[in-house]
């Protein structure tokens, strides 16, 4: 019998979410975001370090969205498109905070890259808690292709068009990360 | 050592939860667009596009032609020969198509010059101070990039056993970085996307004419990069042949989207080109100026940027 795999059900389910919510059905949205909220709230807290900004971009990224019914064209995955939304959004918002001279991702803020604090701890088991850890240390444009290609399963093509550089700049950035994330991550169980 | 995919494994399973401040704020945003309709298109009754060619006569005429050359599909759409021979691009792209090809086949080195042009909404552009210099032999590659007049870097992809060996060096911050991978720089290869699209030329959209182009008469030919891989209609490549070398003078890829500026778009010109350069020896070589440090151009940035406590 013949049957969908899991991921063209899913695309499927998007298509027709984005049919519906170009003809103006709003239910169709909160579908939409109730799909992938979490999965973007997710990427915009690892990407921002901290999670009130991350939900300040998930909701900036719908209002646009919002803005876009009737006249949204969906070329590849909607999580895909979604999630470099959001990307761009952190982007800007990291630029922007460096611009103004305040604390920057990459930089010492130890509100959020305390992996003790209870926010965190309540959120992430050991494992997971070593790993937000680890991610903040890698350099952002590194973090923000490992998370967009392994998070949110974008491919490296469409990474490398979202940031405007080659795809051997972005698998360098991905192969580079994985390699640091594993030495931190090992460092920590040897510890 | 984790395993890469273990480390995969334990990303995907990073999970946050929503918080019920966002729920509300958003699910109050969908619910002043229902009450702002405004603001959102209404439904439609019937396809916008049935409405659009109905509506006007001269996209109805287009959308005949449409449909006429989609009933004979599969007709070139280059209509004559060329009656002296000499214009050999109006006779069908199947017979100079593989001169082309057979002409780059025979190249044994090229280096051209690429740049980026912006394209405001006002169509007003700027040339970015960035731009590339290209060398390509048949199994090395090397990449200048300058800003304005000051090389910033320069990008080695050499043959390294079986695989590849990338190579960098960056002026502007002093390092360098080197690793050894599986595959090519086919990517990057300038003959290699020549060859590209000039497999796609029977599908070209329009024949631009003769023009001079860096001096040399050309024909240009622009194409839809819809026709290769998913991309955009509004995506357009043209691509400049000389008259009488048959091999590519200048490429453009008009249209591309510039992230963060909706209104903006980016053209990536390829010009210069210099077929089979008497290039120096060690053009290929790759090198380390001495003092310079190791280290990934994104951890040296973010070292530096990061204010000593």
Same mark, same amino acid.
């Given at each position: ?20 919510f ?31 900004s991350?939900?300040d ?7 646009s969205?919002?803005? %876009?019914?009737? &006249? /949204? #064209?969906?070329?590849?995955s ?7 939304? !959001?990307?761009?959004?952190? *982007? ?20 959020a ?20 850890r680890?991610l ?10 490992l998370l967009?290609?392994?998070? %949110?399963?974008? &491919? /490296? #093509?469409?990474?490398?068009?979202q ?6 700049? !972005?698998?360098?950035?991905? *192969?580079y990360?994985?390699d ?9 169980v040897?510890k | 050592m984790r395993?890469?995919?273990?480390i995969?494994?334990?990303?995907k ?7 019920a ?6 699910h109050d ?16 009754s ?6 659009t ?5 001269t ?8 449909v006429?050359?989609?009933?004979v ?14 214009k ?24 051209c ?21 290209f ?16 090389l ?19 002026f ?5 970085y ?19 699209k000039?497999?796609?030329l ?18 240009g ?29 200048r ?49 040296i940035r ?8």
């Open positions: 019998m013949f049957r969908l795999s899991e991921s063209s059900f899913s695309m499927l389910k998007d298509k027709r979410l984005v049919w519906k170009n003809r103006g059905d709003l239910d169709a949205l909160r579908g939409i975001y109730e799909r992938y909220k979490d999965d973007l709230v997710t990427l915009a807290a690892v990407l921002l370090t901290d999670v009130s991350a939900e971009v998930v909701h900036d990224v719908f209002v969205f919002i803005r %876009s019914s009737g &006249k /949204f #064209r969906l070329t590849g909607l999580k895909g498109y979604l999630a470099t939304c !959001v990307a761009n959004n952190a *982007r800007n918002r990291n630029k922007a905070k460096r611009r103004s001279g305040g604390p920057v991702l990459d930089e010492a803020n130890p509100a890259a305390d992996s003790t604090s209870p926010e965190r701890r309540a959120i992430f088991g050991e494992e997971l808690r070593q790993l937000s680890a903040e240390q890698l350099p952002y444009e590194q973090r923000e292709v967009l290609h392994s998070h %949110s399963g974008m &491919k /490296f #093509r469409a990474i490398a068009k940031q405007s550089v080659s795809i051997n700049t !972005v698998q360098g950035r991905y *192969r990360a994985l640091k994330l594993r030495s931190m991550l090992d460092g920590e040897k | 395993p890469a995919d273990k995969n494994e334990l990303i399973n990073l999970k946050l939860k929503a918080s401040d966002l729920d509300k704020r958003v945003d969908i619910s002043r667009a229902l009450v702002e309709p405004q603001k959102t298109n209404p439904a439609y019937r396809p916008i596009v049935w409405r060619i109905t509506k006007t006569r996209v109805k005429f287009a959308a005949a032609a449409v006429v050359l989609a009933v599909g599969g007709m070139t759409f280059w209509p004559g020969r060329g009656s002296d021979g000499k050999w691009w109006l006779a069908p792209s199947s017979a100079w198509g593989q001169e082309i090809l057979a002409a780059l086949d025979a190249v044994k080195g090229v280096t010059r690429e740049q980026t042009v912006l394209v405001y909404s006002d169509g007003s552009e700027h040339t970015s101070m960035t731009w590339d210099i060398y390509v032999s048949h199994d090395s590659y090397r990449r200048d990039i300058y800003d304005g007049d000051v910033r870097e320069i990008q080695w992809y050499v043959p390294d056993g079986d695989g590849t060996l990338h190579h960098s060096i960056r502007d911050l002093g390092s360098y080197t690793h050894s991978g599986q595959g090519s720089f086919g990517n990057y290869d300038p003959v290699e996307r020549m060859r590209s000039v497999r796609l029977d599908k070209a959209d329009k024949l631009l004419g003769i023009e001079v182009v860096d001096g040399r008469e050309c024909v030919f622009e194409i839809s990069a819809s026709k290769y891989g998913n991309n955009p209609e509004q995506w357009i490549d043209r691509i400049w042949f000389d008259v009488e070398t048959k091999l590519p003078v490429i453009e890829q008009r249209g591309r989207s510039f992230t963060g500026q909706s209104e903006t778009t980016r053209t990536t010109v390829e010009d210069q080109f210099d077929y089979n350069p008497d290039l120096p020896a060690d053009t290929f070589v790759p090198r380390t100026p001495e003092g310079f440090v190791f280290g990934h151009p994104d951890d973010a070292g530096r940027e990061t204010p000593q406590k």
